[in-house]
């Protein structure tokens, strides 16, 4: 999520001639608004028509009404049946609340109106987490996902594919509808690094654990999904890191007390 910005690129429809798969990508419709002090918004699939205006709140220029805000368009796009997040959200270590909020300063909102699929990383920084900890705590469930926001274009980009989101969609393999259908359902997970594996209880990401009030156990088995490189896996509760260390290659099994 997240593939473009500044100048705005719409994606469309694409199957290639001389593509070498058995079965081209398809790259559903969809758009990104940047939305000044909001934060920029990925809308992937809308069925009807593309949305505008492309940009709002920029003081001075054509376009520097607040209005609509992210969650009008947001609201509009999943009356389309779009797939919605935030884009390259939330840089560096520390919490965004004591630094203006970040990028996205409306997620929580959004959050809140159940309007937004997910928050996006663009980077290795864990400033995201405590927002997206917030919302998990809530009850609110919003999907992480990954996304380079890499354009050859601009004065600063990354190598595309640099933060990468990965969603299962069992049976249905290369498929667009389950790829969107398991990124709102939380089946889904993000990598700067290896392809990763894990399941507490026996339950893969998107799915529920549910532990007594008075507390329990789980068992975790964890391991990437292929050999190489290097990565760090940890434990949290609440949003703080409890424990961290370098990952171990293979499957493992963990117990955490709840």
Known sequence: MGATAGDVRRAYPERRPDSHLEQPILNPPGDIEPGGDSGHIT???LRDH???PWATGYEGRAVESLYP???DMLRKAKAQH???????AFFGEEDPMDHGLGVARGFMVDAAFDTTDGVEWSFSGRAAFYLWYAVLNHGLRVTATGGDDSMSDLRISKMPGSARTYVYTGGEGLDAEAWKRGLREGRAFVSTGPLVEMTVDGQIPGEDVTLPAAGGEVSRADGPGRPG???RQGGSQRGRV???APA???KTGVTARG
């Open 43 to 45: 809308l992937i699939g």
């Open 50 to 52: 593309l949305l505008s």
């Open 69 to 71: 805000s992210n969650t």
């Open 82 to 88: 779009a797939t919605t997040g935030y884009a390259h």
């Open 229 to 231: 490189g290097h990565a």
């Open 242 to 244: 409890r424990r961290a």
């Open 248 to 250: 171990r290659w293979g």
